[in-house]
């Protein structure tokens, strides 16, 4: 489902509402959570979506690829997580393109997707995002985990906000520091997919939810 607003243009924050379910993360790559919930995706085969910080991407490039090669649906999140709506039209251009170089340099794929830090978007966000062919995708819920509640707490926050077609906003990273300790989100991730199973829900790639919307 797309949210559309006349200033901001539109944005995907939901996915058409059967029991699929899309699980992304933000703020990566992070050299301790990204592998691990790597890895617990493999175990568990769910695809996932990681909205990348450029300016991580440098400093981890393996990881970045080992995102992609896994099979994971990679996107833009701006070089040095700046929040747009009070950048100018040049910053955003320059924090979108670097990234997509980074990404593109790093994973030899090319971005189709961005999404704004903090979720805060801009009047000029629109133009930039149309002529790197991007969709821009927001979430439906989020769970505050980058303030590290425990990992049983991340976990029931996902389950009882769960709804058909959720984008669900969680980080592998921090978005400011390249060592942020985001191990709380890895560590609830296997009772997240497990919860999301017995609730009768699949897990997607925002792939499915790439359009034309531009
Ligand atoms: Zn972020």
Redesign the pocket.
């Known amino acids: 489902m797309m949210g559309f607003d006349l200033i901001f243009g539109p944005s995907v924050e939901r996915g058409p509402k059967d029991r699929t379910i899309y699980l992304t993360f933000?703020?990566g790559p992070n050299e301790r959570a990204t592998p691990a919930i790597l890895g617990t995706l493999a175990t568990a085969r769910v695809p996932a979506s990681f909205?990348m910080?450029g300016d991580h991407v440098r400093r981890f490039p393996s990881l970045a690829r080992r995102v992609v090669s896994e099979g994971h649906f990679v996107g833009n999140?701006t070089h040095n997580?700046v929040k747009l709506h009070f950048a100018s039209r040049a910053k955003i251009q320059q924090q979108l393109e670097v990234a997509h170089r980074a990404i593109e340099w790093a994973t030899a794929r090319t971005p189709r997707a961005f999404?704004a830090?903090?979720g805060y978007r801009s009047p000029f966000l629109r133009p930039v995002a149309r002529e790197l062919g991007y969709t821009v995708f927001g979430w439906t819920f989020g769970v505050f985990d980058t303030e590290r509640p425990g990992v049983e707490e991340i976990r029931r926050r996902v389950r009882t906000r769960l709804r058909p077609g959720a984008i669900v906003l969680l980080?592998d990273g921090d978005?400011y520091d390249p060592e942020g300790d985001r191990m709380q989100t890895a560590d609830a991730l296997p009772g997240i997919i497990e919860d999301g199973r017995a609730a009768g829900y699949a897990f997607g790639s925002l792939t499915e939810l790439l359009g034309n919307h531009s």
């Open positions: 933000d703020d909205f910080v999140h997580h999404r830090p903090h980080h978005g």
